[in-house]
């Protein structure tokens, strides 16, 4: 509740610095933002050379002799805005998976992604719809729904000097690392197509209200989910499924466990979830300090044996967060990471939710070779303390990524993906890009989990696959 | 009386001489003084502006493919740097994608880059060592697109040469650190008249050229010059890329928020 009252008071405290009061206005008028040029000392800046030859001169004319590129039309003033300013465009896409083990396709998925954004003045309206088929669900056994079409992002923006104000549904991503990203709260994973890459996992937009408040060097934002926003276990039948719910939900249908999922929380404002990050470029620096309370995005099960036998009864738990993220460019490399306290974090233990202090930190480093190879190499590690059920976990790991381009970028070959170092397994993905011309792109590769079929990515062995992937964009 | 026409005559004589000669040799007399760097200090000093915003649009012709990127550039000065925003409207994969630097005028200084990525909802910092990578695919590299310290090279004035009727001086740029560039030297025609370049080659390790840039369709425009037309093309010929700007506007108040990285969105 107090960071619930803190988020209040940063919103009215940005609209309050919005309101033109007449001091505000003076102000504004006297541009007394740092950085900006047309403060009243700004005309001293870029002032011309002793002897410039080049005074101003509206009456010279349109073009020069010797001129090799002279057009022979003078050139056009600005054109005037519309009432809105449309753009819009989107995507078709084919995302096909092939299991290697003899299992059939993981994905056949066929994609249309449409986007338009309308913008006035300040403000912006933001839509996009996605539609998608997925062929494979027929050779999944249980999963019924294949299409699907629906709202992916609807967001309204006012954007003004001192305030950012943002409402509607839509991704909203923090933190520095890659791949391994422990303060990236406010979006859950995608539980029906997790795996974006080797290294990236797509996320869910949800609905959502936020202020970005400009104070000085820093920036203040604060965002609020007014209903939560969690996972939902994918559908059954999903090679997605992780292996803790598969065992529960084949142990329900042999008939020895009932098997039971609280509602998610869905109380306005009070199973809401709140975020604030204070945030400034210093010295090269980018710093920004955050802070979330909210819902963790998996259920949690309880298990207890009743009259009718076993019960296991999912629910979702709140927990809080606090972090530190920084990036620094280093000469032709980028030094990144992440530290993040999760003071009160749930943990699933073999016979009921826990909670523990979990501690994670990511440190990562890459480096852009002169625009032909690229390298991203991270590291990271987790320290959850002990509870009554469960002793103390330390997990390490990394991530990576290593690129060659080739054809002033049209092609693109490498590795990427991430590894636990104890125990928990991998995912590596080997890539081949082509962009063929500004609408048509193509990458094939192949997906490989490995490890304990216990552990968080080895979970997944049975999804090992070739793929290939083709989009047209509009 | 005879002092003073003696002066008279003397002073006279003296101021003839000088007429002649400056006449005979003006221009060189007017410019001679003029050194390589301070050449390219009046080059940079054309754009007198505060802040300027335009439309650029590229097209790369490579082969039998035609490659299009729109582009809404925006920069402002500030007193220790210029802040440069790119945000691409076309090709339609990386629409959204904007550019953010920042620029020091002290060169020793790293310049700041970012980069937002619009389907991932995501600003990212990149370093210094994309810088030499191709500009979306262009023949143009990024450190082509952003503003270059005078003092990040050398400067040397080589001579004068008329190119397509246009009187210019000819400089070679060397760069003093030449690991943080993909050129080795470049050679310049500034136009003497207005202090704009008009043509440009870059040139790789030993001596190799490695692409030229000419640039023209010089415009006044509120005023201050600058080439609305840029066509760079490859050693071999086989790639080109034009950019043309469009809806170029100079000191239009700009708010500094616009150059935050946290305030990169859609």
């Keep these: 509740m107090r960071l619930a009252a803190l988020w209040v008071l940063v919103v009215v405290l940005g609209l309050g610095a919005l309101w033109p009061t007449p001091s505000a206005a003076a102000q504004n008028q006297a541009s007394s933002l740092p950085g900006d040029p047309f403060a009243a000392n700004a005309d001293q800046a870029g002032s011309a050379l002793p ?32 009432y809105f300013d449309l753009s819009g465009g989107g995507y078709l896409e084919s995302r096909n998976r092939l299991g290697t083990h003899g299992q059939g396709p993981v994905a056949l998925t066929q994609e249309a992604f449409l986007e338009m954004t309308a913008k006035r003045a300040a403000w912006s309206l933001y839509g996009s719809l996605k539609g998608t088929f997925e062929g494979a669900a027929h050779y999944w056994p249980g999963q019924r729904q294949a299409g699907r079409a629906a709202l992916h992002e609807l967001f309204l923006t006012f954007d ?158 709140r927990f809080r967060a606090y972090g530190l993220a920084w990036a620094k460019g280093l000469g032709a490399g980028t030094f990144r990471g992440e530290v993040a306290v999760k003071p009160d974090c749930p943990i699933q233990s073999p016979r009921d939710w826990e909670r523990a202090r979990l501690t994670q930190v990511a ?112 | 009386m005879n002092w003073s026409g003696s002066w008279l005559r003397s002073g006279l004589a003296w101021g003839i001489m000088a007429l002649f000669w400056t006449l005979s040799d003006g221009g060189s007399w007017a410019f001679g003084a003029l050194s390589g760097r301070d050449i390219a200090l009046r080059w940079e000093q054309v754009d007198n502006s505060q802040s300027s915003s335009y439309r650029a649009t590229s097209v790369i012709s490579r082969k039998s493919q035609s490659l299009t990127r729109i582009m809404d550039i925006k920069r402002v000065k500030t007193p220790d740097s210029e802040k440069q925003l790119i945000v691409f409207l076309e090709p339609p994969d990386v629409r959204g994608t904007s550019y953010l630097t920042w620029a020091y005028q002290d060169y020793r200084k790293d310049d700041d880059m970012w980069v937002f990525l619009p389907a991932e909802s995501l600003t990212r910092r990149i370093a210094g060592g994309a810088r030499k990578g191709p500009f979306m695919r262009s023949d143009y590299a990024l450190e082509d697109i952003f503003k270059r310290e005078v003092d990040e090279d050398t400067w040397e004035l080589l001579g004068e040469e008329n190119l397509t009727g246009a009187l210019c001086y000819r400089l070679e740029a060397t760069p003093v650190d030449r690991s943080a560039t993909n050129y080795a030297k470049k050679r310049i025609w500034v136009r003497q008249d207005i202090f704009l370049p008009t043509k440009v080659e870059y040139y790789g390790a030993k001596g190799k050229l490695l692409k030229t840039l000419i640039l023209g369709d010089f415009q006044n425009i509120q005023g201050v010059w600058l080439a609305l037309r840029q066509r760079m093309t490859g050693a071999d010929g086989n790639s080109v890329t034009t950019l043309e700007l469009t809806e170029v506007v100079f000191n239009e108040p700009l708010a500094a928020d616009l150059f935050q990285p946290q305030n990169l969105k859609r």
């Design chain 1, 51 to 82: 002897a410039a030859p080049l005074t101003p001169d509206l009456a010279a004319p349109a073009s020069l002799p010797g001129d090799p590129l002279a057009s022979p039309v003078a050139p056009s003033p600005a054109e005037s805005d519309s």
């Design chain 1, 160 to 317: 003004s000097p001192t305030l950012d104000f943002w409402l509607g549904r839509k991704t909203h991503h923090w933190g520095t690392s890659d791949g391994y990203n422990p303060l990236d709260l406010i979006n859950p994973l995608d539980p029906r197509d997790p795996i974006a890459s080797g290294r990236l996992l797509n996320r869910v937009p949800q609905w959502q209200i936020g202020a970005l408040v400009t104070l000085g060097w820093f920036n203040l934002e604060a965002i609020a989910l007014p209903r939560t926003g969690v996972m939902v276990p994918p559908e059954p039948g999903s090679p997605w499924v992780p292996g803790s719910y598969r065992e529960l939900r084949q142990a329900r249908a042999q008939g020895w466990l009932a098997l039971e999922r609280r509602p998610v929380p869905a109380r306005w404002l009070k199973d809401g979830e709140y975020g604030l990050r204070l945030s400034t470029v210093l010295a090269g620096w980018d710093l920004s300090l955050m802070a979330y309370r909210g819902y963790w995005d998996e259920p949690l099960f309880r298990m207890s044996l009743g009259p009718s036998g076993f019960q296991a009864v999912g629910d979702y738990a």
């Design chain 1, 363 to 474: 440190l990562g480093w890459d480096r852009d070779f002169e625009g032909r190879f690229y390298l991203n190499l991270q590291g990271f590690a987790e320290f959850q303390t002990q509870t009554a059920f469960t002793p103390r976990e330390d997990r390490q790991g990394l991530t990576y990524e290593a690129r060659a381009q080739w054809a002033l970028a049209a092609w693109a070959a490498g590795a990427r993906g991430q590894a636990y170092l104890t125990g928990e397994g991998a995912l590596t993905e080997i890539f081949l890009e082509w962009s063929y011309n500004d609408h048509w792109k193509f990458s094939g590769g192949t997906l490989i989990f490995s490890g304990s079929k216990e552990g968080a990515l080895g979970q997944y062995g049975a999804n090992d696959c070739l793929y290939l992937t083709a989009r047209f964009s509009f």
